[in-house]
């Protein structure tokens, strides 16, 4: 319990460090923009091909990723209908909607969570795999070709080799699942790149915040709470569900694929729609609820599921 409430001070602090930074104008007006491709194109290409590269394969394909993956996919096509049926955004909005209200803050929340809550940060694995092997390629080649106005098989295709995050972590994976431990002096670079991902990424979303209010109208309102509440308490409930009465996971097992699907959104989301400049508040205020959202929904689960 101590660790959920330690994580999400933390995690707090650095952010409301990055919303003084914008409401003092210590930066210039447009600074967040070179930040986010800082972020993007360097550091947190560095953070998760270290974290992969020292995952526990055993750990990643469990029936964790099983129940993440039905979970995720649950969740995405809960927005996509009603975003067809009530929101009719574009495709662009409906992508950063649709992964908002499913792609878990995995780096800043869940690997302390999974640490100090969890008490093993591989249980944070699958759900890191599967966020940017799959969700992060699809996603950014969906915006790619929706902000391009056109279809290419070719941009699918590629988008492996043009995303430096896609590549630093299906290297990080190949190293981890044939056991290639690369020598201290080889990673200790990379851990120092991307030791400054979390803070870098926090506080860009912080100053995001400078002079913004969250839910105003004529922001998207109903896109961004369908989104929250998906993320926030339809997911760890189809997790639960899942992970009890059809996999018939153990008591630590049953608590640890909640709390996963109970973190809040990414701000890697953000990230996204910041990059190609499409339905940034949406991302921006879904990450926000569903950060505070998801402090009473741990807790919670704490209560009554920690073993």
Do not use: C, W
Not at 64 to 92: C, D, E, Q, W
Not at 164 to 171: F, G, T, V, W
Not at 284 to 294: M, N, Q, S
């Amino acid at each position: 319990m101590a660790g959920v409430l330690t994580g999400f001070a933390i995690i707090g602090f650095v952010i409301a460090v990055g919303y003084v930074v914008g409401r003092t104008n210590i930066l210039q007006v447009d600074a967040q923009k070179p930040l986010n491709r800082i972020a993007f194109f360097v550091t947190s290409p560095a953070l998760l091909f270290t974290v992969l590269a020292r995952a526990d394969v055993s750990v990643i394909f469990s029936s964790f990723l099983v129940v993440t993956i039905i979970t995720v996919a649950t969740s995405i096509s809960l927005y996509i209908v009603a975003s067809r049926l009530f929101f009719r955004r574009p495709a662009a909005e409906t992508t950063i909607g649709a992964v908002a209200s499913s792609y878990s803050n995995a780096n800043n929340i869940g690997l302390p969570v999974a640490i100090y809550v969890l008490g093993d940060p591989q249980f944070i694995a699958p759900l890191l795999m599967l966020q940017l092997i799959v969700m992060a390629p699809v996603t950014l080649t969906v915006l790619d070709t929706v902000t391009r106005g056109r279809a290419s098989i070719g941009s699918f295709l590629s988008q492996p080799v043009r995303n430096p995050m896609i590549i630093a972590s299906l290297i990080g994976l190949l190293l981890s699942v044939f056991g290639v431990t690369l020598p201290d002096a080889v990673m200790a670079p990379f851990d120092l790149i991307g030791g400054a991902t979390i803070p870098l990424v926090l506080m860009t979303f912080g100053m995001s915040l400078a002079g913004q209010r969250p839910l105003a109208p004529g922001t998207g309102r109903r896109d961004v709470v369908t989104a929250a509440l998906l993320k926030s308490v339809v997911m760890p409930i189809v997790a639960y569900l899942l992970g009890r009465f059809v996999f018939g996971l153990d008591s630590t097992h049953l608590f640890g694929v909640v709390v996963l699907a109970a973190l809040p959104t990414a701000q890697n989301v953000f990230n996204f729609a910041s990059r190609y400049e499409r339905g940034v508040v949406i991302a921006r205020d879904t990450v926000l609820i569903t950060t505070v959202a998801a402090v009473p929904v741990l807790v919670v689960a704490a209560a009554l599921l920690a073993p």
